[in-house]
């Protein structure tokens, strides 16, 4: 098994990227991962020297043998080991959802606990998850804060052990890359971040001979279409059509019944409201699509 160490990261995912590594289809690979913040907060009070460049870092990324543009890369998430004791959350002044609720920086220590995240007198389970991770983009050049097509910082929950993520392939290898693990987040990841922890995550990488248009994330029942864009009414309305051409071509229903059916089974939902581009998603149970 390939080990991607931690100090190979990336800040942003660029159709040029320099792989780090390379790997075949069907091979389990381990990459070390920083939490969001780069380690730089150690201290609640020590955090006016942040740097911001360093923020975000994803270890990566791989050159997938035998990957082709048009191709979809599926990236079966094995295990996320968060490799601390504890995590740390931020808020800002002027981010989040409630953008003047913060005056400055804050950030608050969580210690973890016999599988819990301690917010003063609350035990939390945690429920580790990848913030981001993706692939290089077709033109563009996308910070790793940022998400689209590619993938990105989508901070999706589902994007959790036992999940396959099917990710579409603009370059030939994919290139391929991840980070910003959380130790839990709620929907929305509301504050600017979640519990931010470093972590070693495992994953296997395979390919799939088919196109699709944005990121699709599959677990044991259900099927999310993540849709990530500057306006939310526009990534729910895109998310939506993709729910709705998939449930089409599933069901072998016209664009109008699956819009009806969908209107019966989808449940469409946000993943981040605090990013550059705001991830929404749409939920359809798996039986409905065989």
């Known amino acids: 098994m390939k080990v991607i160490p931690k100090d190979n990261v990336i800040y942003a995912f660029s159709p040029g990227m320099k792989p780090v590594a390379h790997v075949h289809a069907g091979e389990t690979v381990q990459f070390e991962t920083l939490d969001a913040l780069g380690g ?17 870092p994803a270890t990566g990324p791989i050159y997938v043998e035998g990957t082709k543009k048009g191709q979809t890369l599926v990236v079966e998430i094995l295990d996320i080991n968060i490799s601390s004791d504890r995590g740390v959350i931020v808020a800002e002044e002027g981010f989040g959802v409630l953008k003047n ?57 589902e994007i959790s052990i036992r999940c396959k993520i099917h990710l579409p392939i603009f370059q030939d290898g994919a290139l391929f890359a991840l980070g910003d693990v959380h130790a839990v987040m709620g929907d929305g990841e509301v ?35 993540l849709v990530s864009l500057p306006k939310l009414e526009d990534a729910l309305e895109e998310a939506t059509r993709v729910a709705v051409k ?32 705001l991830t929404a998603k749409a939920k359809i149970p798996k039986r409905y699509l065989v």
């Open 246 to 277: 998939m449930i089409s071509e599933a069901r072998k229903l016209s664009f109008e019944e699956a819009y009806m059916l969908a209107s019966l089974i989808v449940d469409v939902g946000v993943s981040q409201l605090v990013d550059p581009n």
């Open 191 to 225: 504050c600017v971040s979640a519990c931010e922890v470093p972590a070693t995550v495992t994953v296997k990488i395979d390919i799939e001979d088919r196109t699709i248009e944005w990121p699709i994330v599959e677990t044991e029942e259900n099927v999310y279409v």
């Open 40 to 56: 730089q907060i150690q201290d609640e009070a020590n955090v006016m020297n942040l740097d911001f460049s360093k923020v975000n």
């Open 101 to 157: 609720v913060v005056k400055g920086f804050k950030a608050k220590i969580l210690p973890i606990r016999d599988g819990h995240v301690i917010f003063n007198d609350l035990s939390i389970p945690i429920r580790p998850m990848i913030g981001v991770i993706g692939v290089a983009p077709e033109r563009e050049e996308f910070p790793t804060g940022t998400a689209h097509k590619h993938g990105g910082n989508m901070d999706t929950k």
